[in-house]
């Protein structure tokens, strides 16, 4: 079993801890099983916002043309381990955090202030590296894949070209790191395809695992205590 699955089958362990408490749900040491059907979101993340600008970070590959500049037509760079790049005529910039049009104003900027005069700069992601969401368990092709715009648990999957002939469906974990704080959702495939609930947004840095029979049997005690037909299971399973 890989690295994600062991992660997957601690939080199980954690989660059915709970259930052997005088309560239903909950009252393991260090874990709670929190009262929403609605993940945690990330910080700095706007939940109403229907737009989710891709923000560069290391490793990503990006394609800068300035007009009428040889050097610089249609040339790829890579951002390092910092999110830093370094540019002919503008030098290094701190790209890290930065939003493709936000970067594009710092490379002129930059240039100006190099006396360049008037640089006309497009910048475009090439290949997005950063802000990826890892895909595990039963699906066709595990992997990382890149989240450029809004995605939800649905779509990952659909990235990972699906689940496999007999997964299961009402076995999904998505876990999720804010702060110092990891939190872990159980959800149910099929019910969402039903539309009996919403399909939630997941975000860079997000781990999906989808139904392996080990979490499905540590799991059981928590399917029985609470359907997911309704809604999700949303656990808090780690504070430091």
Not at 47 to 63: A, F, I, N, Q, W
């Amino acid at each position: 079993m890989g690295r994600f699955g062991l992660a997957f089958c601690a939080a199980a362990v954690l989660l059915v801890s709970g259930c052997a408490s005088t309560r239903s749900l909950g009252g393991a040491p260090g874990l709670t099983v929190l009262d929403t059907t609605t993940m945690p979101v990330p910080e700095g993340v706007q939940p109403g916002s229907m737009t989710r600008p891709y923000l560069v970070g290391p490793g990503d590959e990006l394609l800068v043309d300035v007009l009428g500049i040889d050097e610089l037509h249609e040339r790829k760079i890579s951002t390092d381990g910092e999110g830093r790049m370094s540019l002919p005529l503008a030098g290094t910039i701190d790209a890290n955090g930065l939003t493709i049009t936000q970067l594009r104003d710092k490379i002129v900027a930059q240039m100006k202030a190099n006396y360049v005069r008037d640089p006309i700069v497009s910048v475009n992601l090439s290949e997005p590296r950063s802000r990826v969401v890892t895909v595990d368990g039963q699906v066709a092709k595990p992997g990382l894949y890149p989240v450029v715009g809004r995605m939800t648990l649905m779509q990952a999957v659909a990235k990972a070209e699906g689940t496999e002939e007999f997964a299961k469906l009402d076995d999904v974990v998505l876990f999720r790191t804010i702060g110092e704080d990891r939190y872990a959702a159980l959800y149910n495939l099929a019910a969402i395809r039903r539309g009996a609930y919403a399909d939630p947004e997941v975000y860079p840095n997000d781990t999906v695992v989808v139904g392996e029979s080990v979490g499905r049997r540590m799991f059981q005690t928590l399917v029985q205590a609470g359907t997911l037909i309704a809604g999700p299971i949303i656990a808090l399973i780690q504070r430091n």
